[in-house]
């Protein structure tokens, strides 16, 4: 089964200042990537997903992640960040070959962004 | 408006008795899922279902049961809720894709429901 570790839990930063959080999985197959946000008091969103093709994958409001298969990783950045990606984030992954839909996430790293 | 809507939001209930949390979405979605968000654990996926009469287990699905009698709903039921199924629950729904390698569409989260069991 797979499993999704995300290290940093509790992440604090100052507005304009550079943002990456880390996504490790363990898999050796095909997977599916995704980042979630959670704002406060709101519902799980999609910032961006990875199926195939280019690694470097843009989502919304300026977030990316890299894919690098050989360390089966999914590192979300951003150049700079806001008082308003206070949130938290979440990584999840799927098995894409095993032919089951089970998606598995990771325990979630909260940003606290001060302005 | 498309969503996924989720009743009630907040429950407090007394161990042993049974209750259901339902769950609809007005997308057409063949793909429906149930998950469990705990402190320090992230989300962890209960029970999901590929279309009407087909479910699986997920992560964590030891007390809890599903249906998927209509494409719409998906309910997820405590025959007999303990304490630790105190928490936040979530459902969502997704397309699903064509191909053989079962791509995933965008999950669509539902608002949460608070459970609390005494």
């Known amino acids: 089964a797979q499993s999704v570790s995300q290290h940093n839990h509790h992440v604090i930063l100052s507005e304009a200042a550079s943002l990456e959080l880390g996504c490790n999985y363990s898999?050796?197959?095909?997977?599916?990537l995704f980042w979630y946000v959670q704002y406060p008091g709101q519902h799980l969103q999609l910032l961006l997903k990875?199926?195939?093709?280019?690694?470097l994958v843009k989502g919304i409001k300026g977030f990316e992640a890299e894919f690098i298969k050989s360390k089966f990783s999914f590192n979300l950045r951003k150049p700079s960040v806001q008082w308003s990606d206070t949130a938290e984030y979440f990584c999840a992954v799927n098995a894409q070959d095993t032919g089951r839909r089970a998606l598995t996430f990771g325990s979630g790293t909260r940003l606290q962004v001060q302005p | 408006e498309a969503q996924v809507t989720q009743n009630p939001r907040y429950l407090i209930t007394v161990t042993g008795k049974k209750l259901t949390v339902t769950c609809s979405q007005n997308?057409?979605?063949?793909?429906m899922s149930w998950y469990r968000q705990d402190p320090g654990l992230g989300l962890r996926q209960i029970y999901y279902s590929m279309n009407v009469e087909v479910t699986d287990k997920g992560d964590v699905p030891e007390g809890y049961k599903v249906s998927r009698k209509e494409k719409r709903n998906f309910p997820l039921i405590l025959e007999s809720p303990s304490p630790n199924q105190t928490s936040l629950y979530f459902c969502a729904s997704s397309a699903r894709t064509g191909g053989v390698n079962l791509a995933w569409e965008t999950q669509y989260f539902g608002p949460g429901t608070r459970l609390l069991v005494l």
């Open positions: 898999y050796g197959g095909t997977v599916n």
């Open positions: 990875y199926f195939s093709g280019d690694p």
């Open positions: 997308m057409n979605h063949e793909y």
